[in-house]
T-cell receptor, first 116, second 113 residues
Framework: DTEVTQTPKHLVMGMTNKKSLKCEQH?????MYWYKQKAKKPPELMFV???????INESVPSRFSPECPNSSLLNLHLHALQPEDSALYLC???????????????FGPGTRLTVT | AQSVAQPEDQVNVAEGNPLTVKCTYS??????LFWYVQYPNRGLQFLLK??????LVKGSYGFEAEFNKSQTSFHLKKPSALVSDSALYFC???????????FGTGTKLQVIP
């Protein structure tokens, strides 16, 4: 099973709302990622978790708060977002995140977020 | 520092013809190179990678890529294009000493029937 699942598929939220995005993988991968992607642009890395610990935060605003409850789950908590945060949010996982192994990433289908 | 460039925003090719999508990279250490494909409103799908070894790498759906160290390139190729290959293709690189993968700007491949 090489599937990464993400819920919800679509999310519309106001600037004062609090919502969460969820990502799940059952491939035994030890690294998980959050990316933000604008239309026709490459994915922009937001966070990397390695062995359930946050290892990279790409200077993401605090209105985005990641959480890794266990090795299979990754959440992204959203609060007080801005309209410019509207984008496709992609979750990915890989067997490892660095070193010499060169593991590829497996991506979920994404959550299309619209902030009104 | 690491970077990757995809010089073509769009590539058009007739169905049945060979296709090439170009990628060049820059790293300070050993490069780990990847190609991903993205269909509309979907996540990225892994196609192939170069880590070490044979410079010609074969991947999914008949795609292959050639690693050229002297030209710092990793072009994606397919001998015979299908209409269903039409999608957005991303090249990506990771310097061996880093966790972060850097993606190119993407090339839209249009296969014309």
């Amino acid at each position: 099973d090489t599937e990464v699942t993400q819920t919800p598929k679509h999310l519309v939220m106001g600037m004062t709302n609090k919502k969460s995005l969820k990502c799940e993988q059952h491939m035994g991968h030890r690294a998980m990622y959050w990316y933000k992607q604008k239309a026709k642009k490459p994915p922009e890395l937001m966070f990397v978790y390695s062995y359930e610990k946050l290892s990279i935060n790409e200077s993401v605003p605090s209105r985005f708060s990641p959480e890794c409850p266990n090795s299979s789950l990754l959440n992204l908590h959203l609060h007080a977002l801005q309209p410019e945060d509207s984008a496709l949010y992609l979750c990915a996982s890989s067997q490892g995140s660095g070193g010499t192994e060169g593991y590829e990433q497996y991506f979920g289908p994404g959550t299309r977020l619209t902030v009104t | 520092a690491q970077s990757v460039a995809q010089p073509e925003d769009q590539v058009n090719v007739a169905e049945g013809n060979p296709l090439t999508v170009k990628c060049t990279y820059s790293v300070s250490g050993n490069p780990y190179l990847f190609w991903y494909v993205q269909y509309p409103n979907r996540g990225l799908q892994f196609l192939l990678k170069y880590i070490t070894g044979d410079n010609l790498v074969k991947g999914s759906y008949g795609f292959e890529a050639e690693f050229n160290k002297s030209q710092t390139s990793f072009h994606l190729k397919k001998p015979s294009a299908l209409v269903s290959d039409s999608a957005l293709y991303f090249c990506a690189v990771r310097d061996g000493g880093y966790q972060k993968v850097t993606f190119g700007t993407g090339t839209k491949l249009q296969v014309i029937p």
